[in-house]
């Protein structure tokens, strides 16, 4: 069996859930299970209505639903037809004068828990992976709607709950199997879940990913496939550097460092349960269905280019903290992460001297009471407007040399910080933020000139 999630702007009308119909009906033979997300912004238009209700503005809650009600009225009447419509309407109904109920009884309390904000964030789910199931149904592929609040089982930390993953296992083994078993494609929406008592939770936003990788791994996938609206993920941002190619073979951990780095394609948790059980996760273009997409697997074959890819982060601010007290000093180190930490503010890149530490973050309005903190500890100083240029290769653990062919095309460029990750598969250095189209574009066109065509296309 295959596991086929569709993000938001995969079903996001009509014509999008029709495209997910065709490439649905194209893989029958390899036992689907089809994870949707909520239709395009549905999630976020979920979350200004919840907090309306807690805030006491019931009737800004129930415009939005009832905006929501329309578009998804739509959607379902342009998909099914007639007599489907029909049908399928007094669902529709049921679900909206549910979430209305429950928008009331938010704004009759004046609050808005973690618990509740579930509630309503489930809404988007329930409803894609309902119309998806009617259109399927309406067009006599063998659906089975199955609920996600019944098949993945997590903690209680609503909004954005941990999955625990053997209990999920035994219930998709007891839901989905069989339905499979019986030639039928169970679709399930993507992100819901509830504990083990049946209380709804959400697992993160943009969580869908996750529960197709949780499906994939519990039943033992052959393969996971993402379905967004790019062709897959590529060795340099495409708006910085038009030349760059098309990844067709990456491994997990590559695709893990590139994440952070807003490769916007795929979340980086979803890595991980598919990484334990070796299952490839496909990253594909549900607007272009033709293109192969990128293949993230556990050991890719080898490639002849030094790097796979050359991401940029952008709004990055350098927090430089040197004193004569650090050195030899032991604690040091540890009391500035305290403040960091007290601060919630997470750190990328660090490099040391004796006397010295400099870290990055991203840039945000708490950095400067951070830097007051650290004043009484050392000399403090911040500058933002950098960028972290992060370059992402397994050669880079095993080919010597690379380094210099990096800081030899440089040679002219600034460069504040440099760090070669523990990970081994990184290099990442710092420059001011309007050189980056600049080192991007030289970078690719260095490393990139002769494709590897088993790598790249
Ligand atoms: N609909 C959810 C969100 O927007 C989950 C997802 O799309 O992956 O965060
Ligand atoms: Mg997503």
């Given at each position: 069996m295959i596991?086929?999630?569709?993000g938001?702007t995969?079903?996001?009308?009509?014509s999008?859930i029709r495209?997910?119909?065709q490439i649905?009906e194209?893989?029958?033979?390899?036992q689907?299970v089809?994870?949707?997300s909520?239709?395009a912004k549905?999630?976020?238009?979920?979350?200004?209505?919840a907090?309306a209700s807690?805030?006491?503005?019931?009737?800004?809650?129930t415009?939005?639903?009832r905006r929501?009600?329309?578009r998804?009225t739509?959607v379902?009447?342009?998909?099914?037809?007639?007599?489907?419509?029909e049908?399928f309407h007094?669902?529709?109904?049921?679900i909206f004068?549910?979430?209305?109920?429950?928008?009331?009884?938010?704004a009759?309390?004046?609050?808005?828990?973690?618990?509740?904000?579930?509630?309503?964030?489930a809404?988007?789910?329930?409803?894609?992976?309902?119309?998806?199931a009617?259109a399927?149904?309406a067009?006599?592929?063998?659906?089975?709607?199955?609920?996600?609040r019944e098949?993945?089982v997590?903690?209680?930390q609503?909004?954005?709950?941990t999955?625990l993953l053997?209990?999920t296992?035994?219930r998709?083994h007891?839901?989905i199997?069989?339905?499979?078993?019986?030639?039928?494609v169970?679709?399930?929406g993507?992100?819901?879940?509830?504990t083990?008592?049946?209380?709804?939770?959400?697992?993160?936003?943009?969580?869908?990913?996750?529960?197709a990788a949780?499906?994939?791994?519990g039943?033992g996938a052959?393969?996971?496939?993402?379905?967004?609206?790019v062709d897959?993920?590529?060795t340099?941002?495409p708006?910085?550097?038009?030349?760059?190619?098309?990844?067709?073979?990456i491994?997990?951990?590559?695709?893990?460092?590139?994440?952070?780095?807003?490769?916007?394609?795929?979340h980086?948790?979803?890595v991980?349960p598919?990484i334990?059980?070796?299952?490839?996760?496909y990253v594909?273009?549900?607007?272009?269905?033709?293109?192969?997409?990128?293949?993230i697997s556990?050991?890719p074959?080898?490639?002849r280019?030094f790097l796979?890819?050359?991401a940029?982060k952008k709004?990055?601010?350098?927090?430089d903290?040197a004193?004569?007290?650090?050195?030899?000093?032991?604690g040091?180190l540890?009391?500035?992460f305290?403040?960091?930490?007290?601060?919630r503010?997470?750190?990328d890149?660090?490099s040391t001297s004796?006397?010295?530490?400099s870290?990055?973050?991203?840039s945000?309005?708490?950095?400067?009471a951070?830097?007051a903190?650290?004043a009484?500890?050392a000399?403090?100083k911040?500058e933002?407007?950098?960028?972290i240029?992060?370059l992402v290769?397994e050669?880079?653990?095993e080919?010597?040399g690379?380094?210099?062919?990096?800081?030899?095309?440089?040679?002219?460029?600034?460069?504040?910080?440099i760090?070669q990750g523990?990970?081994?598969?990184n290099?990442?250095?710092?420059?001011?933020?309007e050189?980056?189209?600049?080192?991007v574009?030289?970078?690719?066109?260095?490393f990139?000139?002769?494709?590897?065509?088993?790598v790249?296309?």
């Open positions: 596991v086929m999630k569709f938001g995969s079903v996001e009308d009509a999008a495209r997910v119909m649905v194209g893989r029958l033979q390899q689907p089809v994870v949707v909520a239709l549905v999630t976020d238009q979920l979350h200004t209505m907090r807690g805030a006491g503005n019931r009737e800004t809650a415009a939005l639903a929501l009600q329309e998804h739509q379902a009447a342009a998909l099914l037809g007639q007599p489907a419509f049908e007094p669902v529709l109904d049921e004068q549910n979430l209305n109920e429950l928008l009331r009884g938010i009759a309390v004046g609050e808005l828990t973690p618990r509740s904000a579930d509630h309503v964030l809404y988007g789910e329930i409803l894609s992976s309902k119309i998806v009617a399927f149904h067009h006599k592929l063998p659906v089975t709607h199955a609920d996600s098949c993945i997590t903690d209680q609503f909004t954005r709950a999955p053997e209990e296992s035994s998709l007891k839901i199997a069989p339905m499979l078993a019986a030639g039928r169970p679709v399930m993507g992100f819901i879940a509830a083990k008592a049946g209380i709804t939770t959400t697992i993160g936003r943009g969580g869908s990913d996750f529960s949780i499906v994939g791994a039943l052959e393969r996971i496939e993402i379905w967004t609206d897959g993920m590529m340099t941002d708006n910085l550097c038009p030349d760059a190619h098309r990844i067709k073979n491994s997990f951990d590559e695709a893990a460092e590139l994440a952070y780095f807003g490769a916007k394609v795929l980086p948790a979803t991980l598919a334990q059980k070796n299952i490839p996760v594909l273009n549900s607007r272009n269905p033709n293109c192969e997409g990128t293949r556990a050991r074959a080898k490639s280019n796979k890819a050359i940029a709004r990055i601010t350098i927090i903290i004193s004569p007290r650090m050195l030899l000093a032991h040091f540890k009391a500035i305290d403040a960091f930490d007290r601060h503010i997470a750190v890149v660090v004796e006397v010295s530490v870290l990055t973050v991203d945000n309005e708490s950095i400067p951070l830097a903190e650290l009484a500890l000399d403090v911040y933002g407007r950098k960028a240029i992060c290769g050669n880079l653990r080919v010597p690379i380094a210099a062919h990096v800081f030899g095309e440089l040679q002219d460029i600034k460069i504040r910080m760090s523990a990970s081994e598969i290099l990442s250095f710092v420059v001011e933020e050189h980056v189209p600049e080192i574009q030289r970078l690719h066109r260095k990139f000139s002769d494709p590897d065509p088993d790249f296309a």
